[in-house]
């Protein structure tokens, strides 16, 4: 299939270059490389433009979005959702429309930007139900309940995914459970619901395995390590954490990269290796600030204050959690009160002149 895109890509084949991206792009998305899948869409978007095929160039905006998403380029992906979304909208086309604010509202959340996120999905959810859109539907209650978890609300997260995951069984849609199963476990673990969270993760790994889907694969992973851990497994936790390092990194994951070197950080700090710990950490928050990823480079910084703490090294300790406080507060996620908390017992107790 590379090997005709290739040909009607270079003897100018316009048509066929649009219709023959826009074909394999949910093949470029799970099998990568990404960089290459972005040049490809890129080459499908000047292509529609070309022919004038409005439509066409939405779409392959929207594909080129998802990739660029994917390379860690989150705020570059927002701008060609929002043109794929300018395109639908002067179209009228209104499923168009529901699929760029979805993919839209994913795109803010990588930013910080929750508030927009919502709103954005909010929106593409009652355009999929307008037109009927149960698959649509189902995706925008999935990406939903990601912003409301992101932003500390764990009871309105888990119904819209456990909505989303009723919509994709019925469906026969095994990605969409997959991806609902995964963000259900990470709320549930959220919650302390621990043996929940990793039976959804489990079958979530099981799903995205059969499928091929590595990146679900190491999405169900990292999380899997983050329950076992905090369930005292550390053995088990350091097996799946390592795998799905492995796998963001064969991917090209930055951004899954960075969480997972976080995580890997937060365990091997309670497993007592201080060292290694803050090197993860210190991988993290470069990999964060390259990427623009607020909300993992606040993980980091006080990833990074906590073994400053438990080092006796309290000032550093209180820098490090100070600083990723103010980038919770400023993306309003729902770390922001936790940080908060071991703050005030920081400075509590800490010895006055």
Known sequence: ???????????????????????????????????????????????????????GQANALTDLGIARQLTGDCAGAACFHGEAL?????????????????????????????????????????????????????NALNNLGIARKLTGDFPDAARAMEEALSLHRDLGDRLGQANALSNLGIVRRLTGDFPDAARALEEALGLYGDLGDRRGQANALNNLGTVRRLTGDYVGAARALEEALGLYRDLSDRGGEAEALNEAGSLNRVRGDLSLAGNCHRQALDLARE???????????????????????????????????????????AETSGVSAELDALTKTRPTA
């Open 1 to 55: 299939l590379l090997a005709c895109l290739d040909h009607v890509t270079g003897t100018g084949q316009h048509t066929r270059v649009v219709a023959l991206t826009a074909a394999i792009a949910d093949f470029l998305r799970i099998d990568g490389p990404w960089a290459d899948a972005a040049a490809r869409h890129a080459t499908a978007v000047q292509a529609a433009r070309h022919l004038g095929d409005r439509p």
């Open 86 to 138: 300018s395109l639908s909208r002067d179209a009228d086309d209104r499923l168009g429309q529901a699929n760029a604010l979805n993919n839209l509202g994913i795109a803010r959340q990588l930013t910080g930007d929750y508030v927009g996120a919502a709103r954005a999905l909010e929106e593409a959810l009652g355009l999929s139900r307008d037109v009927g859109d149960r698959l649509g539907q189902a």
């Open 291 to 333: 990427i623009g990823s607020s909300w993992d480079e606040a993980h980091a910084l006080a990833g990074l204050g906590r073994c400053a703490l438990v080092a006796g090294r309290d000032a550093d300790a209180e820098a490090g959690l100070r600083q990723a406080r103010e980038i919770f507060q400023r993306i309003s996620a």
